[in-house]
């Protein structure tokens, strides 16, 4: 839900501060009780694509489409589950295209970003092959392949560079990991459920620190510098439940005063317990 709207800019800040503030778990997720251990997923996400399909209206469609045309990109991540690989899908096209469903793609596409697995079901999404052939792909949060990403490993950005503009060029990587980089100490308790929430959790961090650290070596081959932010140390309010818009609030007001002073940090963690290293304004 960030990404249309921190793409869109400053005009949108609204919106961007609405959807973290302003929304709880009833207005997410509806628990499927003891048939959520059955089925798909412990919770249905009917909630949420309504919020999304509320904010991202016809007229954000055209406003992202309008950025396409001056050449800029907005680009968003799931995971086929089925291939165990990440997708990144350009927004942006999509809604410079002449699809009568343009719209509707955009927000399903948003949902399956968010499709956290066992909390959110899977998403339904329709592809069509080289050949014409239509079928779906299930697809789920993007977090599960990579919790932050930018370009292919591969790509030479020097190289095109030269090729555009006659010499490389001096670029910096801004990053966000919305999350925390440290561990943080919880009891956990000796069930199913909540053994297997605490494992992805864990790995989640890790996963995150990693993903930090080839970004920074991406962009210092690239003759770039990687600046990024998370959720600092010193923060250390818990929410009251999974989507808890009384924390959010707070974590809001963080976020934006950080942002505001510019509080980027520098060299990523070589693992989330060294988490928290030098700031650079």
């Given amino acids: 839900m960030a990404a249309p709207f921190a793409f869109l800019g400053s005009k949108y800040d609204r919106q961007l501060e609405q959807i973290y503030t302003e929304y709880g778990d009833k207005d997410i997720l509806r628990s499927r009780g003891i048939l959520g251990v059955l089925g798909p997923s412990l919770n249905d996400n009917t909630p949420l694509r309504n919020l999304i399909a509320r904010y991202i209206t016809d007229d954000v ?14 680009l968003v991540q799931t995971t086929n589950i089925a291939a165990q690989r990440p997708v990144v899908w350009d927004i942006s096209a999509i ?57 292919p490993p591969n790509i030479d950005f020097a190289n ?33 459920l909540p053994l297997a929430q605490r494992a992805i959790e864990t790995l989640t961090r890790y996963q995150g620190v990693a993903d930090l650290s080839r970004l920074e070596s991406l962009a210092t081959k690239g003759k770039g510098k990687l600046f990024f932010a998370s959720i600092p140390n010193s923060f250390v309010s818990k929410p009251r439940s999974s989507f808890d818009n009384i924390y959010m609030r707070s ?4 976020g934006y005063k950080d942002g505001y002073a510019r509080q980027w940090q520098i060299g990523a963690p070589a693992t989330p317990i060294l988490a928290g290293g030098a700031l650079e304004k």
């Fill in 160 to 192: 095109f560079e030269r090729i555009a503009f006659g010499r490389p060029r001096v670029r910096n990587l801004y990053v966000i990991r919305n999350g925390r980089l440290r561990p943080v100490y919880a009891a956990t308790i000796e069930q199913t």
């Fill in 61 to 74: 469609v055209e406003a992202i489409a309008s950025e396409y045309q001056i050449g800029r990109r907005l």
């Fill in 95 to 151: 809604c410079a295209s002449p699809r009568m469903d343009r719209r509707d793609l955009v927000v399903q596409i948003l949902l399956a970003s968010a499709a956290i697995p066992a909390v959110f079901p899977p998403v339904r999404l329709p592809v069509q092959t080289a050949s014409g052939k239509v079928y779906d792909e299930l697809h789920v949060d993007g977090g599960v392949s990579a919790q932050v990403f930018f370009a």
């Fill in 251 to 254: 974590l809001f007001a963080i």
